[in-house]
Structures are given as C-alpha cells and as structure tokens.
T-cell receptor, first 115, second 116 residues
Framework: AQSVTQLDSQVPVFEEAPVELRCNYS??????LFWYVQYPNQGLQLLLK??????LVKGINGFEAEFNKSQTSFHLRKPSVHISDTAEYFC?????????????FGQGTELSVKP | GAVVSQHPSWVICKSGTSVKIECRSLDFQATTMFWYRQFPKQSLMLMAT?????????EQGVEKDKFLINHASLTLSTLTVTSAHPEDSSFYIC????????????FGPGTRLTVL
C-alpha cells in the first residue's frame, strides 16, 4: 500500500518570492509521482509527473519537482510565484503495477500568494 | 487532447431523490474511470473504479447500493446517487485513464451536489 504526506496544509507567500511545497511518500513498490493543482470549484490539472529517468522534472507554469528516492520525497518548487498560483496543490502516487492505476493523494497544500 | 467532461456541473435536489452524474472522455477511449468525492478543504477520496463492460470495484466503506456506477462504453461512465440525503452533499470528480500509455488520469471539472 502507498501513502502520501504533504507536510504543510497552508503556505502563505508574497508575490515573486520562491516557494516549496513538500511531499513525502511511503510505498513498498515502485511508484509514479504526480503533482496536481486545483482551482476553486474545479477539477484537477496535472502540473508535472515523474515516471523514470531524470529526477528533476519540469512542469507547466514554471513549476518543477525533484524526486529523491532515498528520502522518499517529491517536493514541488517555483522560483517566483504569481497571484494566479493561488490554489490547492495535491501530491499523488500510483503504483507501477497491479493496482489498476489508482492514485493515492496527499491531504493537499493551500498556496496563498499575497501582493 | 485528453479532455474529460462532467454533467451536470452542479445540481440541487431534494432528500430522497436520485441524481445521475455523467463522466465522458471526449477525445480518447478510457478503459478505466475513477470516481472521487471531495469534501470542502479536504483531499480527494476514491470511491470506486469502473472498467468498461464490467462491474465497478468499490473502495472500503463506500455503499455500492447507494452509489451506482455504470461504465457503459469506452467514453462514458455514470454515477447515480440513490435516495440522496444531505450528508451526500459533496463535490464529485471523475477521472479517466487512457487505453494506452502509463497511468495518467485525466480529471473532469467536477459536479457539486447539494441535497436539501
């Protein structure tokens, strides 16, 4: 079984400042890793994903994340945030095999960007 | 590409009535569709997994007689909330997994259900 822990429920930050949203996971099998963004009353949009290969993954809207296998982490970063980045962010994992593609989500991190 | 729609986007109903929510993959075939429930300020909770042409697999604690799921084709899955009660009020989100490729799920925009 897998589990995901997002270490911060809320992250307030000023516009143009850098931000890091932390995600740790636990799994007995190899996993794919994802970050999604959710704007109010909307579905989820994929920001980026790690499947294999380079541990530094670049996504949309200037976000990137680094997979660290030894620390079982997949933290999301952006060097300079905008007001429009205010949203809920979810980290998720999916087992590579045998679980039908189920996604296990973290609790979410509310990013609030202030002017 | 890879667009998923949900209909309706919001619905208000009286207690005791049934509500059907549709989830469609518009430009791809989805072998698997997933239904999630999300309470305010909380994460997504997987309710069930549906595969085209077979019975849905429900997560532990989800009442399958209350939340009926039908995956009638490779592009359509429906969730029917039967005899809805106020505690069923929630945001319901579906996702669809493409027939090919890895495990990426594409999410619909969600349906806000309010039961009075």
């Amino acid at each position: 079984a897998q589990s995901v822990t997002q270490l911060d429920s809320q992250v307030p930050v000023f516009e143009e400042a850098p931000v890091e949203l932390r995600c740790n996971y636990s799994s007995s099998v190899s996993v794919y890793l994802f970050w999604y963004v959710q704007y109010p009353n909307q579905g989820l949009q994929l920001l980026l994903k790690y499947l294999s290969g380079s541990t530094l993954v670049k996504g949309i809207n200037g976000f990137e994340a680094e997979f660290n296998k030894s620390q079982t982490s997949f933290h999301l970063r952006k060097p300079s945030v905008h007001i429009s980045d205010t949203a809920e962010y979810f980290c998720a994992v999916s087992a590579l095999y045998n679980q039908g593609g189920k996604l296990i989500f973290g609790q979410g991190t509310e990013l609030s960007v202030k002017p | 590409g890879a667009v998923v729609s949900q209909h309706p986007s919001w619905v208000i109903c009286k207690s005791g009535t049934s509500v059907k929510i549709e989830c469609r993959s518009l430009d791809f075939q989805a072998t698997t569709m997933f239904w999630y429930r999300q309470f305010p300020k909380q994460s997504l909770m997987l309710m069930a997994t549906s595969n085209e042409g077979s019975k849905a697999t429900y997560e532990q604690g989800v009442e399958k007689d209350k939340f009926l799921i039908n995956h009638a084709s490779l592009t359509l899955s429906t969730l029917t909330v039967t005899s809805a009660h106020p505690e069923d009020s929630s945001f319901y989100i579906c996702s669809a997994r493409r027939r090919t490729g890895y495990n990426e799920q594409f999410f619909g925009p969600g349906t806000r259900l309010t039961v009075l």
